[in-house]
């Protein structure tokens, strides 16, 4: 096996400078119940003890501490209200009540509805956050509106609001924008060059096409989302895109915009083959996850998965601008001879 000359943060920044590696970068998503199963298999008090066992990369995220107003039971700092949903293998919180639902005008929501501030946190413990980490890459920062949005009004009726309400949907965007941007100016003054990635994200994409028209999403996100990773990049950080699905007809102009890395990658989605992705946007952008989380990591065999690694290093990692990763949070479900599989390959076969 040949002998590691970098570490994980400067692996991560010559894949995002589009230069070789000594490895191609691995890193790990997964939920609470995945990691507590792995630790215990591996024998680690904690997940990172896991992962560098494994030689992932990981990423050490940075935020703020919240010292707001008293939030209620079950509630965020929206006031939206969350209840935990068992689905077999492990438990979701999930959106069971939207503040802004009941709001018909911009004027109500103006006089009614208290907006956060970036004041209600302290961002002050950030610099302890990476102290004794730095050798790992560090994510902070970023925004993923549209989200929250979602929330604030009821899933269906965000979408239906692109339409029929969308001075409501500028408004309420705005609004969150402004939080997401003063957040992380704020994380970025904390550890001056430090950040390495900000999650500039947002879902886009459905299982088969676009869920919004690109139209609405060059109206509503992108001048937003070109705020933020406009700051990011003036903070030496990389922009960390994630988007779900297919998302293929918006690319280009994610690309305009700025991001750097784009994820997940779901190739079983069509429009989102490997090969195109790679032929049509490889030289502009890093490609960041495509082991596929719906098929082949929890149903597949040990020997489906390591396939699927060569095949994603053969299609999107040939050059060096791939980072290994599952396409969304492991599940505990996955078998852990899967996960073992998916990292012992990628670290066996990544040298470049």
Not at 128 to 145: C, F, L, N
Not at 172 to 199: H, T, W
Not at 266 to 281: A, C, I, N, S, Y
Request: aromatic share 12%; hydrophobic share 35%.
């Amino acid at each position: 096996m040949p002998k590691e000359s970098l570490s994980p943060r400067e692996r991560w920044l010559a894949v995002l400078q589009h230069r070789k590696p000594d490895r191609l970068p691995m890193d790990y998503w997964a939920t609470e119940e995945t990691s507590a199963i792995l630790r215990r298999h591996l024998g680690c008090r904690t997940t990172r003890q896991a992962l560098q066992k494994l030689h992932v990369d990981f990423v050490i995220k940075v935020e703020p501490d919240y010292i707001g107003p008293k939030l209620g039971r079950g509630m965020d700092i929206f006031g939206c209200r969350y209840a935990a949903v068992d689905y077999g293998g492990g438990i979701y919180k999930e959106c069971v009540s939207h503040p802004l639902a009941r709001f018909s005008s911009v004027d109500q929501i103006d006089r009614e509805y208290h907006w956060p501030s970036p004041d209600w946190w302290d961002y002050g413990g950030i610099p302890r956050q990476i102290k004794g980490w730095e050798k790992y890459p560090v994510r902070g920062g970023g925004s993923e509106p549209f989200l929250t949005y979602k929330n604030l009004r009821g899933q269906e009726q965000a979408f239906i609001d692109l339409i029929e309400n969308p001075e409501i949907v500028r408004y309420c965007l705005g609004k969150l924008f402004d939080l997401a941007y003063e957040n992380s100016l704020r994380i970025y003054e904390q550890i001056p060059g430090k950040v390495m990635i900000s999650y500039v994200a947002e879902d886009m994409g459905g299982q088969t096409d676009l869920m919004f028209s690109p139209e609405h999403i060059r109206e509503f996100l992108l001048p937003g989302m070109k705020r933020m990773i406009d700051l990011a990049h003036q903070a030496g950080a990389y922009v960390f895109h994630h988007n779900d699905g297919n998302c293929r007809r918006i690319l280009p102009d994610l690309i305009a915009a700025g991001i750097d890395a784009l994820n997940p990658i779901q190739w079983r989605v069509p429009g989102m083959d490997r090969e195109g992705l790679k032929r049509d946007f490889g030289d502009k952008i890093v490609f960041h996850g495509a082991m596929d989380n719906q098929l082949t990591l929890p149903f597949g065999t040990p020997e489906d998965v390591r396939q699927e690694v060569l095949d994603n290093f053969r299609l999107l990692g040939w050059d060096g601008r791939y980072i290994l990763a599952p396409c969304h949070n492991l599940q505990p479900i996955t078998p852990v001879e899967n996960i073992l599989m998916m990292y012992r390959t990628g670290y066996e076969y990544g040298w470049t």
